[in-house]
């Protein structure tokens, strides 16, 4: 695990180096939730948005479901570290990114985005493939290029859709 966070860490301030320069962020907004770069727009390119749309999730998100996402969120998965404790976007790593991680209490968020487009971006990372956005620190996280399941992947985000849901 901590193998693994150094790793990700090294990869993190690697593309922070080579995305500051075009795309700095006033740093006003660092560490503080609501600091996102425009989430009207798709993080998933136009040639493969419309399979990623239409992809479901496996499963309902039943509370023993969410349950699951919700450990996975605070514990193996390492999303608090940037997504914080309550998912607003401001955890401790939070601080030392250009683009602000996502906060999953707004529930517009849920409005702009299926489940299949977040899963595009749990396996693809944010990394700048629409040209649209900028490259971020959020990495693959589902296998091959990840280190969680694809079902954990499912999961994960369904709790993190629930979390808009609740604040609506
Ligand atoms: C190193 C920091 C970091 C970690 C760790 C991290 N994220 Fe993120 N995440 C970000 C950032 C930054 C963004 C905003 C990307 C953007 O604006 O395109 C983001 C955005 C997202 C989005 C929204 C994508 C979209 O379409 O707008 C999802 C979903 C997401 N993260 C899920 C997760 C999950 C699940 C985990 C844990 C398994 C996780 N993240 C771990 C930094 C992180």
New binding site residues.
């Given amino acids: 695990m901590n193998q693994h966070l150094s790793i990700?860490g090294s990869t993190?301030l690697l593309s922070i180096i080579l995305a500051t320069p075009a795309w700095s962020v006033n740093p006003a907004g660092y560490g503080s939730a609501g600091g996102?770069?425009n989430?009207k727009i798709s993080?998933v390119p136009a040639n493969e948005l419309a399979k990623a749309k239409s992809t479901n999730p496996p499963f309902e998100p039943t509370p023993e479901i969410l349950a699951e996402g919700e450990k996975i969120?605070l514990g193996r998965?390492?999303?608090i570290?940037?997504?914080g404790a309550e998912g607003k976007g401001d955890g401790a790593?939070a601080k030392n990114?250009p683009?602000?991680?996502?906060n999953f209490t707004n529930p517009k968020f849920n409005t702009y985005?299926t489940p299949g487009?977040?899963m595009w971006?749990?396996k693809n990372g944010?990394m700048g493939q629409t040209g649209r956005?900028p490259g971020?620190?959020?990495?693959p996280?589902v296998q091959p290029n990840g280190f969680?399941s694809e079902e954990d992947g499912w999961k994960?985000?369904l709790y993190?859709r629930s979390l808009g849901e609740q604040t609506k």
Avoid: Y
């Fill in positions: 990700l993190v996102e770069f989430i993080r969120f998965g390492g999303c570290s940037c997504h790593a990114l683009i602000q991680p996502r985005r487009e977040m971006v749990l944010s956005v971020t620190g959020m990495l996280v969680i994960v985000l993190e």
